[in-house]
């Protein structure tokens, strides 16, 4: 592309040099208004010799050029498909092939050489994922057990306070981890397409404030307020028990993650290409660099200000999962110490109002 650009500006330039010295340079009497018969046999004589040094020259130049731009458009046309088709991939398509010229040049090679990559990528992806899954379906069972014996422990009685608060303890650990656990298990399963979801009409804004209800609860204990800004009738087609589980998840992560005494505000919005969901907050919100990692499994903020906070990392990876599932896109924002804010875009064609 640039060697025809810089062929094509050499013609140009050699051109109006050559003109300049001819016209300007060495003749400055073709500048006069009047000219004599001589003055004009000299000029056509100067045309023709701009013509023949300057003009041919800088026509080769430019005919070389174009040849050379028809050359290399043509012969990186495969890489640029290859680009293109290697930019569309992701972890639902990795199986997909990418394209080859079948010419057995460097390009094909280099698709053969993706296409090998991408199946060991998905094999590698698919053995984490069945990893996943059956260690937390293997997980599921002790805990039960583990559970079940200590609440016989607790109704048996016999234990010391100290005792008592102990066993009270392990139950809420391993509460917690059966939580964890129940996380992992669902994400493992919507890797693997194994969750079916319900298309059922929804009144989304029923199900929205019910879990401001749910959020009071929630927030009593720190004092923090729950406001509705705004709720639209919305009926949505998708799956009830994922939505309520949406909604409760991103109230539930307003909360924890809030000052005492803050606020939650939720709003929901119909328009006519999309309905818009969100759930704002007081907290103290995350700085740029942590907030392309919101969605991360494990991720739990800026680790220095969120230990104490309960919780595993799962809740907005699930909830992004969800809004996927449901045709939706999902953004989060952060003003640290202004405002930090949920958002959930539903597209109109999955609503039937």
Same mark, same amino acid.
């Given at each position: ?22 016209? +300007? ?81 460097? +390009? ?65 650990? +391993? ?179």
């Amino acid at each position: 592309m640039w060697w025809s650009a810089g062929l094509s500006l050499t013609g140009v330039a050699l051109l109006l040099g050559f003109a300049y010295f001819e016209f +300007i340079h060495e003749h400055p009497e073709f500048l006069s208004r009047s000219w004599t018969p001589e003055m004009r046999r000299s000029f056509v004589h100067s045309i023709k010799e701009v013509g023949l040094f300057a003009g041919l020259p800088a026509c080769i130049l430019a005919l070389g050029g174009a040849w050379w731009l028809f050359f290399i458009k043509r012969a990186l046309e495969p890489l640029e498909q290859l680009t293109v088709a290697a930019e569309a991939i992701d972890p639902q398509t990795l199986l997909k092939p990418l394209p080859r010229t079948g010419n057995q040049d460097e +390009i094909d090679r280099l698709a053969v050489v993706l296409n090998e990559s991408n199946i060991r990528v998905h094999e590698a992806m698919q053995r984490i994922r069945d990893f996943s899954l059956h260690a937390s379906h293997e997980l599921k069972t002790p805990l039960t057990v583990l559970r079940g014996g200590l609440e016989s422990d607790l109704r048996e009685g016999g234990l010391t306070s100290g005792q008592r608060e102990n066993v009270v303890g392990y139950i809420e650990e +391993i509460d917690r981890l059966s939580r964890i656990v129940e996380g992992l298990s669902l994400l493992a399963r919507a890797d693997a397409n194994q969750v079916e979801l319900r298309h059922e009409p929804v009144p989304l804004h029923e199900l929205m404030r019910e879990a401001l209800e749910d959020g009071k609860v929630l927030g009593e204990s720190r004092s923090i307020e729950m406001r509705l800004k705004r709720c639209d009738e919305v009926m949505i087609s998708g799956d009830r028990h994922r939505l309520r589980q949406l909604l409760l998840n991103l109230i539930d992560n307003a909360v924890k993650y809030n000052l005492q005494g803050g606020w939650v505000e939720a709003e929901l919005v119909a328009g006519a290409e999309e309905t818009l969901l969100s759930f704002s907050n007081s907290g103290p919100g995350l700085s740029a660099e942590l907030q392309g990692h919101v969605f991360d499994r494990f991720f739990r903020g800026d680790s220095s200000h969120n230990r104490a906070v309960e919780g595993c990392g799962l809740g907005l990876s699930i909830c992004q999962w969800i809004v996927q599932a449901h045709g939706g896109k999902i953004e989060f924002t952060s003003d640290p110490g202004v405002v930090t804010r949920v958002m959930v875009r539903f597209p109109t064609a999955s609503a039937a109002v």
